[in-house]
């Protein structure tokens, strides 16, 4: 069989050498120059999309957009297309290992985590696996423990086999409008996780998700919902289950909603209430999600790189009592940014804006909050830590990408917190 793997990233190197191992010739395709496996042919997206007669397959890497024009080709000759994790689901279908699946705009990766460690606390082994960092091809056909897979939208697009034990999508906000051609498509590739659910699985959506979702449960703040809390006790399947943790009473906070999903992947495979409440005391969040970072002269500090999304932004700020100044840009992805006016007010005290989103913002929030254009990063901060007042904080959310400027949102936050240990 003859198939291409377009982009090399880590999940596309592992796909060529799974691939290889299934006895496949395998082509590799990157924009830039790539070391490939032995094995394996590397070529140009000019030397290739003129040389597709008898691929039999392709293999698409997340971060490789649909206007590519080695992907155009193939679409266009009709050659099938998918990418590595429906790959891994394929070679496993008759016997798939205990899996189950997290996707949403926002809060994936946390949910991820602490659906792993919540199973790992009740003493079932877990690990994650997909968007998260760790290719899937590398531990399918290996794997002792549960998967607990996070999937972007990119990768459900192509995703269709049914061989997880459970689902869950956590939101669905305007977010990608760059890569989807609008919410309506980014919506379906997110719903595209129910086909992944094998018969007899469990399928979950928010309670805000309810009206789009054809089957299924839910899960929220609302008693029709089949697990909610009142803020203070975790009911599922209308019984009272456990004390929500105490850190978490009160609030009807994304917190919340990322502990409620993790709780509900964790009760289908058994893990005990009283556990999975416990488990939540020990776990550690991910970087760059909301982290405090430290205060100096009475200013707060807070690296909210990873909110890239006009809805990530909304609910940092929410979830700040005192005054902001705000950093926010990078790179434009396609959505308005008028979300923000009210929720703004009365909070965020003023905003420094950079990079290519910069107009698009300005022109969305002009008249709501005082403004000051960045002209680069360092300037972002500088600006925002003279504009800081004593008991006030400096946050840095986003709302965009960082292509423009970092390789990562991760490298853009260890810039940010850099910066912070300079003062």
């Avoid at 707060?300 to 790189?305: C, K, P, V």
């Avoid at 959505?335 to 009365?346: D, I, L, R, S, T």
């Avoid at 913002?361 to 680069?376: C, M, R, S, W």
Wanted: proline share 5%; charged share 20%; aromatic share 8%.
């Amino acid at each position: 069989m003859n198939t291409i793997v377009l982009g090399l990233g880590k999940s596309g190197l592992s796909a060529c050498h799974f691939l290889l191992k299934e006895g496949h010739r395998v082509i590799a395709c990157d924009d830039k120059l790539q070391t490939v496996p032995e094995g394996v042919t590397f070529k140009s997206p000019q030397e290739l999309q003129h040389e597709l007669a008898g691929i039999d397959l392709l293999v698409i890497s997340p971060g490789v957009p649909p206007s590519h024009p080695v992907f155009i080709a193939c679409r266009e000759l009709g050659i099938e297309t998918y990418c590595d994790v429906e790959l891994a689901f394929r070679k496993v279908q008759k016997k798939p290992p205990p899996m189950c699946g997290i996707t949403g705009s926002n809060g994936k990766t946390t949910t991820t985590m602490l659906t792993a460690h919540m199973l790992t606390f009740a003493n079932i082994k877990a690990k994650t696996a997909g968007n998260i960092g760790l290719p899937i091809l590398n531990e399918i056909e290996t794997a002792k423990e549960h998967l607990v897979i996070e999937l972007s939208s990119f990768q459900l697009e192509t995703m269709k086999t049914p061989v997880l034990d459970a689902g869950i999508i956590l939101n669905i906000t305007p977010n990608h409008l760059d890569r989807h051609k609008d919410l309506a498509e980014y919506t379906d590739a997110k719903f595209r996780l129910e086909l992944c659910v094998k018969e007899g699985g469990e399928f979950w959506v928010s309670q805000r998700l309810k009206n789009r979702a054809t089957k299924g449960y839910t899960f929220g703040f609302n008693n029709s919902c089949d697990l909610y809390t009142d803020t203070k006790e975790i009911i599922r399947y209308s019984k009272k289950e456990a004390p929500l943790p105490q850190s978490l009473q009160g609030t009807q906070s994304h917190n919340v909603e990322n502990f409620l999903a993790a709780y509900a992947l964790a009760r289908h495979y058994g893990a005990d209430p009283q556990l999975c409440v416990a488990a939540y005391a020990s776990f550690e969040k991910p970087k760059h999600r909301l982290q405090f970072v430290k205060s100096v002269n009475q200013i707060d500090f807070y690296d909210d790189s990873k909110a890239t999304s006009v809805d990530a932004v909304l609910r940092a700020v929410e979830s700040l009592s005192k005054p902001i100044v705000l950093i926010a840009g990078g790179v434009h992805k396609g959505y308005p940014y008028k979300a923000w006016q009210e929720p703004f007010a009365g909070k965020v005290r003023h905003l420094v804006l950079l990079g290519q989103a910069a107009p698009f913002i300005e022109q969305d929030l002009q008249g709501f909050v005082p403004i000051t254009h960045a002209k680069n990063f360092d300037d972002a901060f500088q600006l925002a830590t003279s504009l800081a007042q004593p008991h006030e904080i400096v946050l840095l959310s986003p709302g965009c990408s960082s292509y423009d400027m970092f390789s990562s949102f991760e490298e853009r936050g260890k810039k940010f917190q850099h910066l912070i240990s300079t003062l």
